[in-house]
Every structure is written in structure tokens, then in C-alpha cells.
């Protein structure tokens, strides 16, 4: 199977230019994937109606809510914008930082890189931050240069909110959208697959998705955006299933083996034996076996789910996670990750739980291959949590009649993916956390009366 299908027009879909109903305004409001918008950024933005900067924005373009994204030069999260990239001078000094910065590793959906945020003219101009329109009008607006609103006065509180977060994935994936939606580059898979949720048990686990619209050219999933209820997010991507590739990828792999130097390198990089002789002496491994190294270093084999990345409230952002391995490793990030904080942990124990009985019942996930798939982890200082299933890229359907169980070992031809065995063990590591922690004891409790109302009601 192709990694992406054929790209279809707006045409296709019969979506050229649709403005959202109110139903998918509604629906966008509740939950999201990638961005945050700002609300009192619009409100500022509103008000800064006299500039009279050239190219500053017209009092109906200060109107709209500006999106700040950064361009990074390698992948990785996307970088907090800091105090000082806001106060330096901006034309010179501003550009040499933001390009230098260290926009570290790979990029979430959380989100998953700045460079997917950005449009391609974007990612050719590395290292400018810029203020785009989330208002489309149909007509064609250049992006606006940070330069031109550098003397907009921003409070720290919305400097922090002017975050993009992209923790895995592929960089130049994702776009602004329209208030409180993303859009993400063209997946026939994805979009096939949003469409049979629709009417699916899972449906109320995965983003809300609005059809497919054209921007620039380019066909994108119009999706809501997942951080765009919280206020300040600290969000985590876990990778689920045994598996990461494709068994297609292996017998493609077999059939005509193409090592690639990049995989090599990030080998390397964590690894310096992780290459075999041959590997090193032709500098490339093959994707398969990239994969399944990173499977093996990480606790994808061993538990079913791995972490991605992170990124923190206060701006910092990891992807070093690919030798957290242990049990005992992946509890000592989660109980980073929420800051020690046994509600949240509960909070994203009942999810879960709900999220691992609709999997039970859904008939999507029994007619697919989940691979690739991520579990999206939300919370802030509110008490909000939430967990979403997200990236169905590599979500492929069974032939028709076939059906997986998701929690038995895979062997190259069953297309198992340790989905379920996996969810099970995040969810025993969850337990963990909390019973580490000091209301411990109760929560798990809690949770297996949870389960067990739930199968007493099944039955
Ligand atoms: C990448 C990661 C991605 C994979 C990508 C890998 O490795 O496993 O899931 O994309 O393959 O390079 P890492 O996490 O170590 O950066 P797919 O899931 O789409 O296969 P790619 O380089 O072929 O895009």
C-alpha cells in the first residue's frame, strides 16, 4: 500500500471552500489535536487597529486571531517563543536566533514539528516566526512577519499561550486553521478511516473531523484541535501496539532491500552498536529494521506502547525517549509528566478505561490494523484531562471477514498489533503511578469497580 494515496480535491469531497456548519463549530469547540488558539490574543489583536507599521495588519485583518509558528531547522517539538525572541530587536538578531535555536529533536500532534505547521514557502524561510490569518477569506494574504507586530504588547501569560505543539510524526504536516481546528496534510488512509468512525463506538475518542478542504493547493483533513479547551496544556504522545511498520513494509524490505542513510544516522546517534558490521560498513538500514530497533530499545516490545515526546506547560519539550524502556522508567515519566498530581492520573485512568471498553465493542478497530496509532494525553492546571487516539495514517482495513484480536503475540502474517495488550499495561502503569503515589490505594480501587460495573453491565 502506498504510504499515502492518491491526493484527492476538495472536488472529491464536493467541499470546495464549505464554511464549517454550526454543528462542526460546536463539535470544535468541545476538543482538538494540535494548536491553541488565543482568545485574548484576538482581543488584543482587535484592538491594535492603528498601527500604522507597514504591512501591519488592517483593522479587519487585527481582527482575526493571529497563530505564531516557528520554523525550526531540524525537526522536534516546536519551541516556546521566549521573553527575549519577543523583546531582541527583530529584523538580523530575532531571525539568526529562532534559527539557531535548538527547536530541538523532531516535532505533536501534539503535536508533531513546527515546520508542519507551516506552509511550504514557510518552511523555505527557516527561522521566522509568523503571524498567520486564522479567518480565511478566499483572497490570497501574504503572512504577516513577527517584524511588523514586534511592538504588540503581549502579556507574559499570552506569550505562553502562543505555543504550537508537534511531539511526533511528520514534519510539514499540519496548518492554522479556522478557530479551534487544524488542518492536516492529505491521508486517503486517514480519511478513509475518519469516515467509517463517523458511525463508530470510537467516535467519541478521536478528534472531531470536518471533511476534507484545499488550501494553497493542498488538500488537508479540517480537524478540531485538541488543545484548544485547555489553558496551558501539558500534553504526551504515546505510541501503541507491538508493532510499528507495516507487514507490507518488511516484504517490500525483502523484495528489494533499500538501506537509508538517515535511519542509519539516528541509529547511531542513540546507538553506536546498534548498526551490524554490514550496517555500518554501508552506512544505511533498512526501514523495517530501523523500526524494529527503535521497537526493541524502547518499550514497545516489552509493554505494548511507548512514549514519544512531551511537552510541558512551562515550555519545555522532550523526545529523548527512545531507551525509556523499563516499567519502572515509563512510571517515572508519567509521574513527571503530571507533576505528581494523583487527580490527573486518575482523571486519565477513567478514560482510558472507557477508551479500552469502546475498543472492545467497536467494530472499526476489530476490521483494522491499528499501527502507528498514538494515545494523545491532555491536562492542565484546571484538573482537565483527556486522552484521544489519534493518527490513523498507517490504520489499515482487513480483508473483508477478516477481524484481529489486538492481544495476541504477532507473527508475520496474523497482522496483530498488541493494541489491546498494550492499552492493558498503560493502564496497569498507570495503576502504578497512582499507587506510588498517596491517594494510591483508593483511586486503583475505584478504577476496578469501574471495570467491573462496566462487565456486569455487558453481560
Ligand atoms: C520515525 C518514526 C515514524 C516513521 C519514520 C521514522 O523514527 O518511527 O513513525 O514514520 O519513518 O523515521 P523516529 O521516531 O526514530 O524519528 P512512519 O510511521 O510514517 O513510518 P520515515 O523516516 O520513513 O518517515
Not at 463549530?25 to 488558539?37: D, L, N, P, V
Not at 517490500?252 to 537509508?260: D, F, H, N, Q
Not at 484531562?385 to 482487513?398: N, Y
Request: glycine share 8%; net charge negative.
Amino acid at each position: 500500500m502506498p504510504k499515502e494515496g492518491r491526493r484527492k480535491t476538495s472536488k472529491d469531497f464536493g467541499l470546495s471552500g464549505t464554511p464549517l456548519t454550526e454543528g462542526s463549530r460546536a463539535e470544535r469547540r468541545t476538543a482538538g489535536k494540535s494548536s491553541q488558539i488565543c482568545d485574548d490574543l484576538a482581543q488584543t489583536a482587535a484592538q491594535i487597529t492603528t498601527s500604522s507599521a507597514a504591512g501591519a495588519p488592517t483593522v479587519m485583518d487585527a481582527r482575526r486571531v493571529p497563530q505564531v509558528t516557528i520554523t525550526p531547522e531540524g525537526g522536534g517539538c516546536s519551541r516556546e517563543i521566549q521573553q527575549e525572541d519577543w523583546e531582541d530587536p527583530v529584523v538580523g538578531p530575532l531571525r539568526r536566533k529562532l534559527s539557531n535555536s535548538s527547536i530541538s529533536s523532531t516535532g505533536s500532534s501534539v503535536v508533531e514539528s513546527e515546520d508542519d505547521l507551516l506552509s511550504d514557502n514557510e518552511s523555505k524561510s527557516k527561522g521566522i516566526v509568523t503571524l498567520e490569518p486564522l479567518v480565511d477569506t478566499g483572497e490570497s494574504k501574504p503572512w504577516w512577519k513577527l517584524k511588523t507586530i514586534v511592538h504588540w504588547p503581549f502579556s507574559a501569560t499570552q506569550r505562553r499561550k502562543l505555543s504550537w505543539v508537534q511531539l511526533a510524526g511528520h514534519k510539514g504536516n499540519f496548518k492554522a486553521a479556522d478557530e479551534g481546528t487544524i488542518l492536516k496534510k492529505f491521508s486517503e488512509n486517514e480519511v478513509q478511516c475518519f469516515e467509517k468512525l463517523r458511525e463508530d463506538a470510537l467516535l467519541s475518542f478521536v478528534p472531531g473531523y470536518h471533511g476534507v478542504v484545499e488550501k494553497d493547493g493542498e488538500s488537508f483533513l479540517h480537524m478540531t484541535d485538541l488543545l484548544a479547551t485547555f489553558d496551558l496544556p501539558n500534553v504526551m504522545d504515546c505510541k501503541m501496539g507491538v508493532r510499528t511498520y507495516l507487514e507490507e513494509e518488511l516484504v517490500r524490505a525483502r523484495e528489494r532491500p533499500k538501506p537509508r542513510e538517515d535511519l542509519y544516522r539516528k541509529m547511531v546517534e542513540v546507538d553506536s552498536d546498534g548498526p551490524t558490521p554490514q550496517e555500518h560498513s554501508q552506512r544505511g538500514v533498512t526501514k523495517p529494521r530501523y523500526m524494529q530497533w527503535r521497537e526493541s530499545m524502547s518499550s514497545t516490545n516489552t509493554l505494548g506502547f511507548r512514549i514519544e515526546g512531551i511537552k510541558k506547560c512551562d515550555g519545555t519539550c522532550r523526545t529523548d525517549f527512545k531507551k525509556t524502556r523499563s516499567r519502572q522508567d515509563v512510571i517515572q515519566v508519567f509521574r513527571d509528566f503530571v507533576g505528581g498530581d494523583v487527580d490527573t492520573i486518575k482523571s486519565y485512568l477513567s478514560r482510558l478505561t472507557d477508551i479500552q471498553q469502546a475498543l472492545k465493542t467497536s467494530d472499526f478497530f476489530r476490521q483494522h490494523e491499528v499501527i502507528g496509532s498514538s494515545l494523545l494525553f491532555i491536562h492542565d492546571h484546571t484538573g482537565n484531562a483527556q486522552v484521544w487516539i489519534i493518527d490513523f495514517g498507517k490504520t489499515t482495513a482487513l480483508p473483508e471477514g477478516q477481524t484481529l484480536n489486538h492481544d495476541i503475540p504477532w507473527q508475520e502474517g496474523n497482522r496483530e498489533d498488541g493494541y489491546l495488550w498494550g492499552l492493558e499495561n498503560l493502564l496497569q502503569t498507570l495503576k502504578s503511578v497512582c499507587s506510588e503515589g498517596t491517594a494510591g490505594e483508593t483511586f486503583c480501587s475505584v478504577t476496578k469497580e469501574k471495570n467491573q460495573t462496566t462487565e456486569t453491565e455487558g453481560q
